[in-house]
């Protein structure tokens, strides 16, 4: 199976963790999905991922000591194979799994997704439990050696015939779910090892080549980033999704360096393969961190990342607990002209950028339309600007700029498109003639 023809279009959907991080259940699930279905599929919305340790016991419970509680208790079957946990997620009872979950989510015209850690339990490797189809137990595959910095489940997979076979019955019980998109995490950065910041590589040949043999069209997601761009031909090989950033939160800070990231990874974009801005910190957050809130993003700010993520044709993944969405913050999301940029058909290029301003300019090759945005950098109000020369459209013609997220059009007087910005904010225009 061509993993690139699943995945035409940069993945969009909601993600549990931004909103609720370990401590999302069925029900939260399930109203996510049914409030995508009514607003937001018909605008390309349809990924439902549940996030970080689903079958782990009482995750949440120790906030105040640890994001991901040592030794905790986990859902495992005789395989060495993790499954939700049925306390939060009921219908997973009998070895269902996430089958049920997955069902309903797929009755909505939506697809399903989860997270997981790169590697295998480390519990499964200290009691020695069975590797499906191979005589091998965990503890033959498990590299000891190989773990996260940040969270204590998993040890890496060996690079070896009995550890492909592990990846093989994971992936292989995903597809029976019914699963269509995993996050892979601990993987695409494995930052704790600085002299090889790259020691899961093996690992990700292992999902991609599970994949390819379950007969399912699964995404695979990897995090976290930011991803090393000398690997781009790898990431490009092996995955359809890759983290350019670590976690991505509500902070200008973050959002400004994005403009570097883009910069760096604009050539790397195609169909089916797509470096990842991570996700749209939107709306309400932080329940499950002990601090739920409103996005601390002003609105000028979340016009700017909108339209850099569309315009540089990032995954879309939405971080807001939907079903608290205000009126403005679903206009965002939905709107169609926007998002009509996240094709590959639309090749992303970015003109110039220092610390007061960033202009881009996207070509759609398919339709003719040429976009670009103008970013104000700084910290008020400014006028950017740019020549048609720099853009390379011809001077001298009568051209009219319709702005995507006012609806208002105008026609170009001059040889140069220039507009007074807020600080923080952006104006994105195609230039019709």
């Known amino acids: 199976m061509n993993k690139n023809k699943f995945a035409k279009t940069p993945p969009m959907g909601w993600n549990s963790y931004d909103y609720y991080d370990t401590t999302v259940n069925e029900d939260r699930i399930k109203a996510n999905a049914d409030y995508m279905a009514k607003n937001l599929k018909k605008y390309g919305w349809e990924y439902i ?5 689903w079958y782990a016991h009482n995750p949440g419970t120790q906030r105040n000591l640890y994001q991901y509680i040592p ?4 859902e495992m079957d005789d395989y060495s194979r993790l499954f939700p946990d049925p306390v939060r997620f009921p219908s997973s009872v009998n070895g269902s799994g996430f ?6 989510i797929h009755s909505l015209g939506l697809k399903f997704g989860i997270h997981i850690m790169r590697g295998i339990p480390r519990i499964a490797a200290h009691n020695h439990c069975a590797i499906k189809n191979t005589a091998a137990t965990a503890d033959n595959i498990a590299d000891p050696s190989s773990i996260c910095n940040w969270n204590p489940d998993m040890y890496g997979v060996k690079d070896s015939i009995d550890g492909q076979a592990y990846y093989d019955s994971v992936i292989e019980l995903y597809a029976q779910w019914g699963v269509d998109f995993i996050k892979c995490d601990d993987i695409c950065n494995t930052s704790m090892y600085p002299h090889k910041p790259y020691s899961g590589k ?21 995090s976290p980033g930011p991803a090393l761009i000398e690997q781009a031909w790898h990431y490009k090989t092996y995955a359809n999704m890759w983290r350019i950033t670590d976690d991505f939160w509500d902070d200008w800070d973050l959002l400004a360096n994005m403009f570097y ?6 050539d790397h974009v195609a169909e089916g393969c797509y470096p990842d801005c991570d996700m749209l910190p939107v709306g ?12 601390r993003f002003t609105k000028e700010e979340q016009y700017t990342m909108m ?13 807001a607990e939907l079903t608290l969405l205000d009126d403005w913050t679903l206009s965002l999301l939905t709107n169609q002209e926007v998002l009509n940029l996240l094709t590959p058909k639309c090749k992303p290029h970015q003109i110039c950028r220092n610390e007061s301003e960033a202009i881009w300019i996207a070509e759609n ?13 700084s910290d008020s109000t400014d006028i950017k600007s740019v020549k048609l020369t720099d853009l390379n459209i011809e001077p001298g013609k009568q051209y009219t700029l319709y702005e995507l997220w006012t609806k208002e059009s105008r026609l170009l007087a001059t040889d140069t498109i220039e507009a007074s910005i807020p600080a923080h904010g952006c104006t994105l225009y195609e230039i019709q003639w």
């Open 49 to 53: 991922v549940v996030d970080i340790e």
């Open 71 to 74: 030794f905790s208790q986990f």
């Open 99 to 104: 089958k049920p979950l997955a069902d309903y």
């Open 202 to 222: 093996h690992e990700i040949e292992m999902l991609h080549s599970a994949i390819q043999k379950c007969n399912r069209p699964i995404v695979l997601s990897l």
């Open 261 to 266: 990231r883009c910069e760096l990874w604009q």
């Open 284 to 295: 309400k957050l932080g329940k499950g961190f002990n601090s739920e809130r409103s996005t």
């Open 307 to 319: 339209t850099l993520w569309c315009l540089f044709g990032s995954p879309m993944m939405i971080g």
């Open 365 to 377: 090759e398919e339709t003719n339309q040429t976009f670009v945005a103008l970013f104000n950098l």
